[in-house]
């Protein structure tokens, strides 16, 4: 069964810290590179932050230097560790594979950052 289960989200102030996981199921995980998206509300999904299966990463330029994307193929796990939060991160954070298939995704985790 393919399947993809975000978790880790939550309420946090301002400049404090969150860490995101993708629990994935389903080999066709295993050899993709993976990523993770945002919706805030309103807005349309964004990417966020990416990783290759040779862990090259990438970021969208706000979260540069705050946000570090990881990989445990063992655990067959994704994460997202969120630094200096700020409000502009709230949202619906969601884990795909790259680039994302729209039949894989997931119920998300919510993020929400008071300032």
């Known amino acids: 069964q393919v399947q993809l289960v975000e978790s880790g989200g939550g309420l946090v102030q301002a400049g404090g810290s969150l860490r995101l996981s993708c629990a994935y199921s389903?080999?066709?995980?295993?050899?993709?590179?993976m990523a993770w998206f945002r919706q805030a509300p309103g807005n349309q999904r964004e990417l966020v932050a990416r990783?290759?299966?040779?862990?090259?990463?990438n970021y969208e330029d706000s979260v540069k230097g705050r946000f570090t994307i990881s990989r445990d193929h063992a655990k067959n796990t994704i994460y997202l560790q969120m630094n200096s939060l700020k409000p502009e991160d709230t949202g619906d954070y969601y884990c795909n594979m790259y680039p994302p298939h729209r039949a894989y995704w997931g119920h998300g985790t919510q993020v929400t950052v008071s300032s």
């Open positions: 389903g080999s066709l995980f295993r050899f993709n590179a």
């Open positions: 990783i290759r299966l040779g862990g090259d990463t």
